[in-house]
Every structure is written in structure tokens, then in C-alpha cells.
């Protein structure tokens, strides 16, 4: 048993880096689609919420999961559990950083308008 012991512990920190890759890729992902891509209107995120009264991050969950289903038999379980947790984490973080951002902009209104009604 002393032997298998370095083997698990070799597979158990290569899934900690998996995961922890997936949770930055995600990460950085949403922080570049709600900063600046939306943003800057070099895709249309909000035409996608626009057809649908759902979430934009629960649009991209709904997109991938045909997919996922569909890679099962030929990629694999493990695979298949990776792809799932990068596909569940990546919407999270898009609604994390467009409430970030409406909060900011509402914040930002709400300065213009007591801009005006300062100390006399």
C-alpha cells in the first residue's frame, strides 16, 4: 500500500490544478465578455437577452448542455466532468461581474444626478 500512495497524491494535486485552471479560465472569460466586449459592442450579449427574458449566463449553461450530453460516449466521464464544471462556472461568473457592472453604472447615474446639489 506504500506505493500507491505518491501515485494518489500525484492525482489528487493534478485535479486541484484542473480545477483551479478552470475556475481562472472562467475568471477571466466572463471579466473580458462584461468589460470589454459588451462593452464595447464587439459582440451582442444583450441581443441574445434581448429574445430571451432569461439571464444571459443561463443562456450559455443551456447552449453547452446538448453538448455535453452529446460528448459523453465519445470523450469520456472524466472529461465529461471537467467540461460540466467549467460550463456551470462560467455562467456564475458572468452574472457576478454584470451585477458588478450594473451596480457601478447605477452608482455612476446617481453621481451625475446629486452632481448639481452640492454644499452652498
Do not use: W
Not at 471579466?31 to 464595447?40: C, D, H, M, Q
Not at 430571451?52 to 450530453?69: K, Q, Y
Amino acid at each position: 500500500m506504500e506505493g500507491r500512495e505518491p501515485v494518489e497524491k500525484k492525482q489528487n494535486i493534478r485535479l486541484l490544478g484542473n480545477i483551479l485552471c478552470i475556475q481562472a479560465g472562467s475568471i477571466l472569460a466572463a471579466f473580458s465578455l462584461e468589460r470589454f466586449l459588451v462593452p464595447n459592442r464587439f459582440i451582442g450579449g444583450d441581443a441574445v437577452s434581448y429574445l430571451s427574458a432569461l439571464p444571459l449566463g443561463v443562456l450559455v449553461f443551456a447552449f453547452n448542455l446538448p453538448f455535453l450530453v452529446l460528448s459523453l460516449r465519445p470523450i469520456g466521464k472524466k472529461f465529461l466532468l471537467h467540461a460540466l464544471h467549467a460550463v456551470a462556472s462560467f455562467p456564475i461568473r458572468i452574472s457576478v461581474f454584470r451585477t458588478e457592472i450594473v451596480s457601478n453604472r447605477s452608482m455612476e447615474i446617481s453621481k451625475i444626478k446629486n452632481a448639481g446639489k452640492g454644499d452652498k
